[in-house]
């Protein structure tokens, strides 16, 4: 049984990322049109959707403004919480509460977190990285803060479609020989810019550095995968959760090229992009 009372939900919106669609209600009309500004291209009133979030927007009781997010399962429910936010989710009914202060934040933390949950039982991952599409191939770009993803954003080309520039979201297309397809998402970093509601099948990942010049070197599976682990998004304390996205990055770099990708602030680096 739920600990989060919410009140009775007026207003709607369903908020579709990766092919995913939440509903998402609330008492609170100017809450409503913060959602559908700040996830702009993902947004519609779908008749169904495949989960359902009901709001309260008040400060969740006994919260640590400084705390962590934790994430853990019990008894078959996920809980969530933050300094600003206090979720609950039933993935067996498809139904969940938010308790959270007024922010388009906490909403944006829940968001993620429950499709890292998701993604996790699809041989799929959000990942810390910029992602875009060109001529009908996905290309992924990850890297420590600092290290180019949004440089290399702004210097993509015009024929460009750029997916985000911050979380990318990474799926299995079916079997693992079928490849991985990337998605766009409205999770933006320094361009504060959602990136296109569309996908394409992944053809590489670039590990990104800036350096004197441009070059494009293989990496090996082994050292591939650990880059891959520290640049996915994951906050679960959960054994089998864990144990079901480390053998995702481990299917991943054998099926898909890693790239260490030293680039100057130059658009010619995208030249070296295939």
Request: proline share 4%; with cysteine; aromatic share 10%.
């Amino acid at each position: 049984m739920s600990q989060l009372a919410t009140p009775v939900a007026a207003y709607s919106v369903v908020i579709a990322i990766g092919g995913v669609a939440v509903r998402v209600n609330t008492s609170d009309k100017n809450f409503l049109a913060m959602l559908y500004n700040r996830y702009a291209g993902f947004v519609g009133d779908h008749a169904t959707a495949e989960f359902e979030f009901d709001i309260d927007l008040r400060q969740p009781e006994s919260a640590d403004p400084e705390a962590d997010v934790s994430v853990t399962c019990l008894a078959g429910r996920w809980v969530m919480q933050r300094g600003d936010f206090r979720a609950e989710w039933d993935p067996r009914s498809r139904r969940g509460h938010i308790r959270q202060s007024a922010n388009p934040y906490a909403i944006d933390a829940v968001l993620r977190i429950v499709h890292t949950l998701l993604l996790a039982r699809q041989s799929g991952f959000l990942m810390h990285s910029a992602s875009a599409i060109r001529n009908g191939r996905a290309f992924l770009f990850a890297g420590v803060s600092g290290a180019g993803k949004t440089t290399i954003s702004r210097l993509a080309p015009t024929d460009a479609t750029l997916l985000t520039d911050e979380i990318s979201y990474v799926r299995r297309a079916g079997e693992p020989e079928q490849g991985y397809v990337a998605f766009g998402t409205p999770f933006a970093g320094e361009l504060a810019k959602s990136g296109e509601n569309t996908r394409a099948p992944l053809a590489a990942l670039y590990l990104l550095a800036k350096g004197a010049e441009n070059r494009i070197e293989p990496v090996r599976a082994a050292d591939a995968g650990r880059e891959v682990l520290a640049n996915i998004l994951f906050f679960a304390h959960d054994r089998e959760t864990v144990q079901s996205v480390f053998q995702t990055a481990c299917d991943f770099v054998h099926h898909v090229p890693v790239y260490r990708l030293t680039f100057v602030p130059d658009a010619r680096v995208w030249e070296l992009i295939r």
